[in-house]
């Protein structure tokens, strides 16, 4: 097959799959190496930017996703007639920073970081596809372990934990992070519906 043919080839898949697709089921699908999938994904993701597509591609662990740009996000709810939801609460995103940089965690372990019950924002994480069950530990009671989810990396634009920021030192780090949060907030409200 072609390059030119392979990108349009690899696109279609994308598109039709609406979800992330794996780098090594592109190799098999397309019998070519992962190295060569990487490749072919940097060639459509520079044809799709120099057409100023409405779509982008997404690089997630080591999956890749077609989806809309942030900046048709009013238009897509409007025709869809999509309604926003609340942005996530401060105990929301506490919750979920724990998740981030300690997974898999325990619903415990969470409550003992925080201090207070958390089952009510860890069951509203797992509705909006942040969280999700990473098995069991082998404890008395066999407590349910939680990670996060490709959705969490989507909404917060990240390719891979790697990327998170660095946990705040000074009560200066503290407040930039803060700011972020506030900003990030917004994206993910939008991103989670």
Do not use: H
């Not at 697709?21 to 990487?38: A, C, G, H, K, L």
């Amino acid at each position: 097959m072609k390059n030119e043919d392979l990108i349009r080839a690899f696109e279609a898949v994308l598109f039709a799959g609406g979800e992330p697709i794996s780098i090594e089921r592109f190799s098999q699908v397309f019998d070519i190496t992962p190295e060569e999938v990487v490749d072919v994904m940097e060639k459509l993701e520079k044809k799709m930017k120099k057409q100023n597509s409405g779509l982008e591609l997404l690089r997630l662990e080591n999956t890749y996703q077609l989806a809309t740009k942030a900046e048709f996000a009013e238009y897509i709810k409007k025709a869809f007639d999509l309604r926003r939801r609340t942005p996530l609460s401060p105990a929301a995103l506490e919750v979920l920073a724990v998740i981030a940089y300690n997974q898999p965690v325990t619903r415990s372990f969470i409550e003992q970081v925080r201090g207070v019950d958390c089952s009510g924002v860890v069951a509203t994480l797992v509705e909006k596809g942040l969280i999700e069950e990473r098995g069991r530990l082998e404890l008395p009671g066999k407590p349910l372990l939680y990670g996060t989810t490709k959705n969490f990396l989507r909404c917060f634009s990240i390719n891979d934990l790697s990327e998170l920021p660095e946990i705040p030192k000074t009560g200066e780090e503290v407040n930039d992070l803060g700011e972020q949060l506030e900003i990030t907030e917004e994206v993910t409200s939008e991103a989670a519906e």
